[in-house]
């Protein structure tokens, strides 16, 4: 029996009589919960009383001057990094690499970034175009648990010589944001000095 690819929005799922075998889906359905449960670590884990706004660590970390933004790129260079381990397209790469750049852009304004960073949540946001490419579902809130449904297999929509490389570029690319205030702190003190 041939497969039958079912196109829906976006997502191309292969509905096949083969399905994943049970190491394959719990693999990718743990990866997904851990990647699920370090989003709402870093965006949503506590509830600000006064306000009923839900924060995370990432902005928190964000304070923490000169070396947040550093700790908020390595956690979301992880997401990356396990997105190229599930194989996932490169529009959902491009995804996750333009809320990372903009998390990044927005942290390196004092103060209003990480105002910024609360509304925003890049990370929980990249978590989310994965599951919505997977069509996985959360079946429990508390310990983030994932499903995947019982009769897809996403289908790779790009080759791994292509994910790699687009993978080291956008991580070299996030360093040399990182590396900018690092810098030009370096240049401000040597001028300062100098004088």
Same mark, same amino acid.
């Given at each position: ?38 989003a709402?670590?870093?965006?949503d884990?506590?509830?600000? =009383? ?11 970390i ?5 070396g ?5 790129? +390595? ?33 390196y ?8 960073? +609360? ?7 990249? +978590? ?9 579902? +959360? ?9 995947? =449904? ?5 289908? =790779?929509?790009?080759?791994?010589l292509?994910?790699y490389?687009?993978?080291v ?11 900018? =205030? ?14």
């Amino acid at each position: 029996m041939q497969p039958k690819t079912i196109v829906k929005g976006k997502h191309e799922i292969v509905v096949s009589d083969h399905l994943l075998s049970p190491i394959e889906r719990e693999k990718i359905e743990r990866s997904l919960s851990r990647l699920s449960k370090l989003a709402t670590l870093l965006d949503d884990q506590f509830e600000l =009383p006064v306000i009923k706004k839900r924060i995370g660590l990432d902005p928190i970390i964000g304070l923490i001057p000169g070396g947040g933004d550093w700790i908020s790129w +390595v956690i979301s260079t992880y997401i990356i990094w396990e997105a190229l381990r599930l194989k996932v397209p490169i529009r959902v790469l491009f995804g996750i690499g333009r809320n990372i750049t903009t998390d990044f852009l927005v942290g390196y304004v004092p103060g209003i970034g990480d105002i910024i960073d +609360v509304l925003l949540k890049a990370n929980k946001r990249s +978590v989310d175009l994965l599951l919505k490419h997977f069509n996985a579902s +959360v079946v429990s809130t508390e310990n983030q648990s994932i499903i995947l =449904p019982e009769n897809a297999h996403i289908k =790779p929509t790009s080759s791994a010589l292509i994910r790699y490389p687009l993978g080291v570029a956008l991580v070299t690319f996030f360093a040399i944001l990182a590396a900018i =205030p690092l810098t030009l702190t370096y240049f401000l003190a040597q001028w300062w000095f100098a004088l």
